[in-house]
């Protein structure tokens, strides 16, 4: 039995024997000293006892009917030859068993969308991601349906790296011809003074998150190749004045720190055959004091406008480590205060 789950009242009990047929699968669904079993049980107060190559779930009605649909549903993404990692387990746990589904691309989209209980994945080069809260569910709806998205809430909410792979997706399906990914070069609450080195060298600090979330889903050759064809590019937000974006997938990462001018700017590049996501955490803004945010002035004037959506994140969507959610809830109690 896996250790570290809540003990539900005695008269509450209710026990069901589930039964997996591929001993090697029920390993994998386990997990490495059944960590996975440990992380289920935590999470609904249930007790899973392991007996050969089947499992009892015991506990409340509820808790053990939710508890034998997420071992189902993971026992079932490993039978369609589907890796299991922590990330499936939390996206299980949190928005329930859903339907399998292939990977689609932007054409598909209409389709994939379909019923609520539609499995979304996002497929690049490295690996498919999937949605693992409501709200990132959501956001990826609108990122694929809408021309200009916003994605507003804390760290840790997946915005910035969703956006991301979304990019990814409709370059390799050949649904846009580039990325452009660009964030303001705003120092977080310190000075770092002089950076030696070139403009790239003066400018890659800030940008380095962005190159992390290409990273893992492009290989790093490839990346790197398409950087040097100017088919990704990376760019401080000063450098977008002027320019016309068109066919391309933009992203405006910590907007926040954009100031009403810069994101006016930035948002009026929007050109043909493009989609461009807003990303920020209006928690976070490293502006001087004095200084209107820009995602504040887009959010109040653009919220009227059909044709742009706005998608929000809280605590509950922080996939992050648990800590991270708890942090943020911790400050904005004594915000409140």
């Not at 009917?65 to 997420?70: G, H, P, Q």
């Not at 310190?190 to 950076?195: M, T």
């Not at 998150?209 to 190749?225: R, T």
Request: proline share 5%; charged share 30%.
């Amino acid at each position: 039995m896996a250790t570290g789950a809540l003990t539900p009242p005695a008269d509450t009990v209710t026990e069901i024997d589930l039964e997996f047929p591929d001993n090697f699968l029920l390993i994998d669904l386990c997990g490495e000293y059944d960590r996975n079993l440990t992380t289920i049980e935590n999470s609904l107060g249930v007790q899973i006892v392991r007996r050969g190559n089947q499992l009892s779930v015991l506990g409340d009605d509820a808790s053990r009917k939710t508890a034998e649909e997420v071992l189902k549903s993971l026992y079932g993404r490993l039978e369609a030859g589907r890796s299991l990692d922590a990330g499936d387990i939390d996206r299980e746990l949190r928005m329930g068993p859903e339907s399998v589904r292939g990977p689609a691309g932007p054409s598909e989209q209409a389709e994939l969308f379909k019923g609520e209980t539609a499995r979304v994945e996002i497929k690049t080069r490295k690996k498919l991601i999937e949605p693992r809260t409501d709200a990132q569910k959501a956001y990826v709806k609108s990122l694929f349906d809408k021309e200009l998205a916003f994605g507003i809430g804390p760290a840790g909410t997946g915005k910035t790296y969703l956006a991301v792979a979304v990019g990814v997706n409709m370059l390799i399906s050949g649904h846009v011809d580039k990325i452009i990914l660009s964030r303001p070069a705003v120092e977080a609450g310190e000075k770092l003074g002089y950076l030696p080195g070139d403009m790239k060298d003066k400018v890659d600090p800030y940008m380095q998150p962005l190159y992390d979330a290409l990273n893992d889903f492009l290989p790093g050759k490839q990346a790197a190749k398409m950087m040097e064809e100017k088919v990704i590019e990376i760019a401080p937000l000063a450098f977008m004045r002027g320019r016309t974006l068109s066919n391309a997938f933009v992203v405006l990462d910590e907007a926040q720190n954009a100031t009403t001018m810069q994101m006016k700017m930035f948002l009026t590049r929007l050109g043909e055959g493009s989609r461009m996501v807003i990303t920020g955490d209006r928690t976070q803004i490293d502006l001087p004091r004095g200084v209107n945010s820009g995602l504040w002035d887009a959010e109040r004037l653009l919220k009227s406008i059909p044709k742009v959506s706005f998608n929000y994140f809280t605590s509950k969507d922080v996939v992050r480590h648990p800590l991270v959610a708890a942090i943020i809830e911790a400050y904005e109690k004594d915000d409140i205060k």
